[in-house]
């Protein structure tokens, strides 16, 4: 995993590197302000500059985050992927909106309330409690800032139980009211459908990102064009729809989200970055890929890992997907969408898992033994609400392949090389590889070696 210095920082920050946005932060010790490395305003000198790893230790030392560059809006940082699983699992269960509690999140982690406290002060400087607010506060913001939303609308899209609450926390961490951060009042229609830009660390391989999703979409509930991808969304995302249109001038995407109930807005935007791969790191990745072999020739710049909507989507995916090829295995996910599906005024969504657990599956043409496998993989996720690749792994019909594959896609996993695929065998036999050198970032190894393919 690629360590970055100081002197790195500095020198991103000085020429405003933007393939170090979100991989830190700037704070102003002369303003009080914290920013992004991109950030247009003028350069201050060093030695009024204090660099942090991530946005929770500029709030927790005071800073205040910038108005112009929009800290809140940055690339997620990959800096955690050096620690424990247990932290990076907590970040993400901490950082969801609505929060749940945190006794809830520690059980869910097979760990005490106070053991939890201790690893999320140890890497991120505050309470597990405290570092809820904080993610609320920041996605507040880029809403305030980016939508037309009225400001109880956004209470309600960030978790807090009114404007009032939503006002108190933006002036402790923002040190502005939340009126203040409107650029724009527009009035929001029946359905509230939000304009936001999601930036990404170029380079950026949209034609592989595109290619992949396109030859994978289920029609009436993906679309992909030359520049955009947009998606049907059902009940448990929402309502409504998501359009995302590619932006290379910009570095980032052009997003619309329109959802029936706002509760789902930050699910819907962090599974669409997800799919997309927008927080990925570029520099450390081709380092990994060519510590494992691939010749720097080779190397596609800016690959990027696109995710299934979700690890349900992704399982169901995998085992229809089992000894045939990708078109095939398409077909069979399409027809299983088409007859289970939630059909919407926009589309079909992806069926739920209870469609799916209740189903007999006859109009499925694959042997009785993959039926099987998915409908317990279905109860298995309608009594689940966190899948745990080992309980899946049990499952009868379903082994290693099947199971990395979700994790790769479904969870995001970066660090899962799919060495029983037959294309990547196929493809690494070319190649003096060492898969382990490529470590935490093998998942992108997989991808290059399709890439290859």
């Not at 800290?71 to 269960?93: F, H, I």
Request: with cysteine; proline share 6%.
């Amino acid at each position: 995993m690629t360590q970055y210095t100081a002197s790195d920082y500095s020198q991103a920050r000085m020429s405003r590197d933007p393939r170090f946005d979100g991989v830190f932060f700037v704070g102003v010790t002369s303003t009080g302000i914290f920013c992004r490395p991109v950030c247009p305003a003028r350069l201050p000198a060093e030695k009024n500059v204090r660099y942090f790893e991530h946005a929770s230790h500029a709030l927790r030392e005071g800073f205040r985050p910038c108005l112009r560059c929009r800290p809140d809006s940055a690339p997620n940082s990959y800096a955690w992927l050096g620690v424990q699983t247990t932290v990076r699992r907590a970040e993400k269960l901490l950082s969801a909106i609505p929060a749940q509690s945190v006794s809830d999140i520690a059980a869910r982690l097979g760990i005490s309330e106070r053991y939890l406290n201790k690893l999320v002060n140890t890497h991120f400087g505050v309470s597990p409690k405290t570092y809820q607010t904080m993610q609320k506060v920041l996605f507040a913001k880029q809403l305030l800032q980016q939508s037309a939303l009225p400001v109880e609308q956004v209470a309600l899209s960030c978790g807090f139980e009114n404007a009032r609450a939503l006002q108190r926390a933006v002036k402790q961490y923002c040190k502005v009211t939340p009126a203040s951060l409107r650029k724009r009042h527009e009035p929001v229609g029946q359905v509230p459908t939000l304009t936001l830009f999601l930036p990404y660390r170029p380079p950026y391989q949209w034609q592989q990102v595109r290619t992949f999703l396109q030859q994978r979409a289920v029609a009436g509930t993906e679309t992909v064009t030359d520049n955009t991808y947009w998606r049907c969304l059902g009940d448990a995302d929402g309502g409504g729809y998501v359009l995302a249109q590619h932006r290379p001038d910009r570095h980032g995407f052009a997003v619309t989200v329109s959802v029936d109930n706002l509760h789902f807005t930050h699910k819907v935007i962090a599974s669409l970055s997800r799919v997309l791969d927008l927080h990925a790191d570029p520099q450390a990745i081709r380092h990994a890929l060519k510590n494992a072999g691939i010749p720097d020739t080779l190397i596609a710049e800016g690959l990027r890992l696109p995710g299934c909507w979700s690890a349900f989507e992704a399982g169901c995916r995998a085992i229809l997907g089992q000894q045939v090829s990708v078109k095939a295995a398409i077909n069979k996910v399409a027809t299983l969408t088409h007859e289970l599906g939630e059909v919407t005024s926009l589309g079909i969504a992806f069926p739920c898992a209870e469609s799916v657990a209740e189903s007999e599956l006859t109009f499925l043409k694959v042997p009785g033994a993959r039926k099987q496998a998915l409908r317990d993989f279905a109860r298995y996720c309608v009594m689940n609400a966190e899948i745990d690749v080992n309980d899946v792994l049990a499952l009868k019909g379903i082994g290693p392949w099947t199971v990395n594959y979700l994790q790769m896609r479904g969870h995001s996993d970066p660090d899962i090389y799919l060495e029983g695929d037959l294309i990547v065998r196929k493809i690494a036999a070319q190649h003096a590889l060492n898969p382990e050198n490529a470590h935490p970032w093998r998942s992108y190894l997989t991808m290059q070696l399709w890439q290859l393919a």
